[in-house]
């Protein structure tokens, strides 16, 4: 069945330091790839998504990479910040509206 | 708008009892769905609507749990009977298909009932 793996579970990283948070997906016919941060207690929220039609996405300080030869799709973070802390989840969806998500990586930016 | 709705906000009920979810999707929203977050297995899809219709139900986990969506505005999650394995946080989510006739995907979570089952 389809199935997304999330790498690393943790990262703990430097306030102003890059964060990088990889996934790969299984079923070919993903489309679509959207990005969730969840703060400890609240709901996840889209922070950034991505289609199968384009390479690379960019919004201020996140970006989203995707290379479907591979079935890889990335999340980068630069000059983190304390209240980038929170676990993001990366997650994949083929046809109808079926999301199947990572299973998260809690990021911790150290002051 | 309030964004999606959903009550109660936390439930602890014993084992064998009925326990409903509910669940108010932003107004306009055509998607509904219905996630379960653990540690130990994430964040699931248990099923999802679409115009009040049950497209997906995959992810339901036993027949203890039900979901129905009589209008556009209301849909529940029940499980019957409830077993401690069930604690949980149950988010559901709405989405619509287009937004100004441009195809959108963004799904917005409501705050979620935290279900403990003793």
């Known amino acids: 069945g389809e199935n997304v793996e999330q790498h690393p579970s943790t990262l703990s990283v430097q306030e102003g330091d890059s964060a990088v948070i990889k996934c790969t997906y299984s079923?070919?016919?993903?489309?679509?790839f959207p990005w969730y941060k969840q703060e400890l207690g609240k709901r996840p929220q889209l922070i950034i998504d991505i289609r199968s039609n384009v390479g690379e996405k960019k919004d201020q300080r996140i970006a989203v990479t995707l290379n479907k030869t591979a079935k890889h799709f990335s999340l980068h973070i630069t000059e983190t910040q304390p209240e980038d802390s929170a676990v993001y989840f990366c997650a994949a969806r083929a046809g109808g509206f079926k999301t199947i998500f990572g299973a998260g990586t809690r990021l911790f930016v150290k002051a | 708008d309030a964004g999606v709705i959903q009550s109660p906000r936390h439930e602890v009920t014993e084992m064998g009892q009925e326990v409903t979810l509910r669940c108010k999707p932003i107004s306009g929203h055509d998607y509904l769905f219905w996630y379960r977050q653990t540690m130990m297995r994430g964040l699931e899809l248990l099923i999802y609507?679409?115009?009040?219709?049950?497209?997906?139900d995959s992810g339901m986990p036993e027949d203890r749990f039900s979901a129905k969506m009589p209008n556009a505005s209301f849909s529940t999650l029940k499980i019957q009977p409830s077993e401690p394995r069930d604690s949980a946080v149950y988010f559901c989510?709405?989405?619509?298909?287009?937004?100004?006739?441009?195809?959108?995907?963004?799904?917005?979570f409501g705050p979620g009932t935290r279900l403990t089952v003793l």
């Open positions: 609507f679409n115009n009040n219709v049950p497209i997906d």
């Open positions: 989510a709405s989405s619509t298909g287009l937004a100004g006739g441009i195809r959108t995907d963004t799904q917005y």
């Open positions: 079923d070919s016919a993903s489309n679509y």
